[in-house]
């Protein structure tokens, strides 16, 4: 059984998004983000009792590992062929799937190994602190859409070139680009604080910046975008605030209620939003 909440052409579903993807027409979508539990073997519970989700998977790596790729290949056929997959992981399984992505796309899909650093929270007193994540760019082609001007980035302050440029042995000189500089695949990039106001209780809510750089950079306005563990939906509102089609789906009741507030609070949309079953 599938829950289906509708806004105009965008679409927010409830459902295991192994369901949701067969139900999909095949090679529709040039982004798809997936942001799924990362095996940290807890219930995640957010600022209240019901914005949880469940991330202990008994046997472990040998349960999440299949769980995982099983629902990589149903969201493979869903890509234009030039579409991208952004997997959002960190230290625990990233590694493990970047090989299962290598099978899926071919060794030839991979792109870029995005490390998604970022400050705040505890210290480890026994080991380095782990904070960062990573993203994982795979396309089904060697050239997806990538838009680095629309995401260049300020140089730093205390860059020389960008101050007066760089003369090359030829002679020849280079100047900054008054559009910033591109950006490269380690992202510092802070958490949310707790004070944010972006912050909905949803447990591991991701920043809006964050999505909204990933969707600058690989999809055009009017594109199809897909998150199928949307959670609280950060990227659909980042879709829909940069003007692209969207499509969300998450298993659970409360993050899809949640995501639906905040296309609501946060993009004004009055689309009908209660929800009606498909599948
Ligand atoms: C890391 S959270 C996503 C957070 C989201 N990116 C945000 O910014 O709020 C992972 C989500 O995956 C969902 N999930 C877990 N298993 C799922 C499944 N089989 N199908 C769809 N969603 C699932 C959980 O309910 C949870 O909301």
């Not at 940290?40 to 790729?69: F, K």
């Not at 950060?234 to 298993?251: E, F, I, N, P």
Request: glycine residues 10%; aromatic residues 8%.
């Amino acid at each position: 059984m599938v829950d289906e909440i509708g806004a105009g052409v965008n679409k927010l579903i409830r459902g295991d998004m192994l369901h949701v993807a067969s139900l999909l027409a095949p090679e529709s979508f040039r982004l798809i983000y997936l942001d799924p539990p990362f095996l940290t073997g807890r219930e995640q519970v957010g600022s209240q009792a019901h914005l949880a989700y469940d991330d202990r998977w008994e046997g472990n790596l040998d349960t999440y590992l299949p769980w995982l790729e099983e629902r990589l290949r149903a969201v493979y056929g869903l890509l234009l062929a030039d579409g991208s997959l952004v997997l959002h992981l960190d230290w625990r399984t990233s590694h493990y799937a970047r090989v299962m992505l290598d099978g899926i796309f071919g060794r030839q899909g991979f792109i870029n190994e995005i490390i998604w650093h970022y400050t705040g929270g505890g210290r480890s007193k026994t080991r380095f602190s782990c904070k960062h994540d990573t993203l994982l760019w795979y396309s089904r082609s060697r050239r997806p859409v990538f838009n680095i001007d629309a995401i260049r980035v300020p140089y730093k302050k205390t860059s020389g070139y960008a101050k007066a440029g760089i003369v090359a042995a030829s002679g020849r000189r280079y100047l900054p680009d008054p559009r910033g500089t591109p950006v490269d695949d380690v992202w510092d990039m802070p958490i949310i604080n707790p004070l944010a106001n972006e912050r909905v209780g949803y447990p591991t809510q991701k920043p809006l910046a964050l999505l909204t750089r990933v969707i600058e950079a690989l999809s055009n306005p009017g594109d199809l975008v897909g998150d199928f563990c949307c959670g609280s939906g950060t990227t659909l509102v980042a879709a829909q605030t940069l003007g692209r089609r969207w499509l969300g789906s998450d298993v659970s009741a409360a993050a899809v209620d949640c995501a639906a507030s905040r296309l609501r609070d946060e993009c004004g949309l009055t689309g009908n939003l209660s929800a009606e079953k498909i599948g």
